[in-house]
């Protein structure tokens, strides 16, 4: 099947720094990329649609200054994290899909730890 | 609008004991309905999925049926392993490539 991979698997950071997190499909063109963050509980909640060439669109509830999204080409997405706080600290992943059959593909995911 | 209820965990089994996580779904039209895996520290993985009514999604001795009737799509496997343990995440998709999770269930297997 096809490949998501994000980076870093693992990232510590402090408070009010900006941490950036790359999710890129490594086999097929993905014009659009979904980010998400998983909370204890495991609850998955859809942050926002990255798409290739425009502006994301973000859910409900979810600060777009704060998680800064750019889908600048068809095989990469990154989800930066600005002025992180302690509440950031989470479970965040991506996914992607090549268009057929409606599957989803997701990266491994990136813990975020703010200290 | 569109909406997948899983049951609630945890669930906790013994070895070789059968798996029902049942999942229904709302939705306006004819979505595909997906079974996702996560195991300890991963992302998600796709485990099976079926795209029209009464069609079967099958993969690694894990079953689901696609119910339109009782708008369903419960998850079974008739002899769980250890290595099975993970959360198990029901999910639909419809047109317009947006897709909707439920909230997982936690599976531990225990020897």
Not at chain 2, 15 to 33: D, K, M, V, W
């Amino acid at each position: 099947g096809a490949v998501v991979s994000q980076h870093p698997s693992r990232v510590i950071c402090k408070s009010g720094t900006s941490v950036k997190i790359e999710c890129r499909s490594l086999d097929f063109q993905a014009t659009t990329m979904f980010w998400y963050r998983q909370f204890p509980k495991q609850s998955l909640m859809l942050m926002a649609t990255s798409n290739e060439g425009s502006k994301a669109t973000y859910e409900q509830g979810v600060e777009k200054d704060k998680f800064l999204i750019n889908h600048a080409s068809l095989t990469l997405s990154t989800l930066t994290v600005t002025s992180a706080h302690p509440e950031d600290s989470s479970f965040y992943i991506c996914s992607a899909s090549p268009g057929t059959a409606g599957e989803l593909f997701f990266g491994e995911g990136s813990r975020l730890t703010v200290l | 609008g569109n909406s997948v209820t899983q049951m609630e965990g945890p669930v906790t089994l013994s070895e070789e004991a059968f798996l029902t996580i049942n999942c229904t779904y709302t939705a306006t039209g004819y979505p595909s309905l997906f079974w996702y895996v996560q195991y300890p520290g991963e992302g998600l993985q796709l485990l099976l999925k079926a795209t029209k009514a009464d069609d079967k999604g099958s993969n690694k001795g894990f079953e689901a049926t696609y119910r339109k009737e009782t708008t369903s799509f419960h998850l079974e496997k008739g002899s769980v392993q250890v290595s099975d343990s993970a959360v198990y995440f029901c999910a639909l998709h419809h047109t317009g490539n947006q897709f909707y999770f439920g909230t997982g269930t936690s599976l531990t297997v225990i020897p």
